[in-house]
């Protein structure tokens, strides 16, 4: 499945698409990519913090929702990324990315 204008589209290829996600109880409309603690290419484990973003409130880590391979780092570190927005695909080796 593919992410596609908030809807899912059937595909023989699960990427999963790490975005900004909306911080509990504090009003962020961005986020900084501060670093990445992976490169493309890494493995990751479900639950890893594979990013530290910064709010105007606080700096926090990201961690990996599902266990794969980091397939393309699209938000790079110093980036300002609108909450929603993307910042990796994971998925396995040779699966086709999503167009973004």
């Known amino acids: 499945m593919r992410e596609s204008g908030g809807a899912f589209e059937e595909s023989t290829d699960i990427v999963t698409i790490l975005r900004v996600p909306?911080?509990?109880?504090?009003?962020?409309?961005?986020?900084?990519?501060?670093?990445?603690f992976k490169k493309e290419g890494s493995k990751v484990r479900q639950g890893e913090p594979?990013?530290?973003?910064?709010?105007?409130?606080?700096?926090?880590?990201?961690d990996s929702?599902?266990?794969?391979?980091i397939l393309k780092i699209i938000a790079r570190a110093d980036a300002e990324v609108p909450v929603g927005d993307p910042l990796a695909c994971i998925g396995e080796r040779g699966e086709t990315l999503p167009e973004l």
Do not use: C, F, Q
Not at 22 to 36: D, E, F, H, L, N
Not at 52 to 60: F, I, P, Q
Not at 65 to 69: F, I, K, R, T
């Open 22 to 36: 909306k911080s509990g109880g504090i009003p962020t409309t961005k986020a900084r990519v501060v670093r990445w």
């Open 50 to 62: 594979i990013v530290e973003l910064e709010t105007d409130k606080v700096n926090y880590e990201l």
């Open 65 to 69: 929702p599902v266990a794969g391979v």
